[in-house]
């Protein structure tokens, strides 16, 4: 599965609703640029989208991440997805 959306598609992972070794890659809207970036996106996303599991949707970014599974099309100057019809492609 192709994810559109960091934020969703590692609360879809926490609720169990999507398996993380079925992701090939999360294409996300985010504009990480450093580590200091990366820090504060995961602190706000942990107390908003993961609040159900905060350290878990925290492990699993920075595995999305060290693994390669991360694309961000914005460090590219590239715009991202309009995730308004889902946010997952199979």
Not at 37 to 56: G, M, N, R
């Amino acid at each position: 599965m192709i994810g559109l959306s960091l934020s969703y598609c590692v609360r879809d992972i926490i609720n169990g609703e999507v398996k993380l070794e079925d992701v090939e890659k999360i294409i996300a809207g985010t504009y990480i640029d450093s580590p200091d970036a990366l820090e504060e996106v995961l602190e706000k996303y942990s107390q908003t989208y993961w609040k159900a599991d905060p350290l878990k949707g925290r492990a699993i970014s920075l595995q999305l991440f060290k693994s390669g599974k991360v694309e961000q099309p914005r460090l590219e100057r590239k715009p991202g997805f309009d995730i308004s019809e889902g946010h997952w492609k199979q």
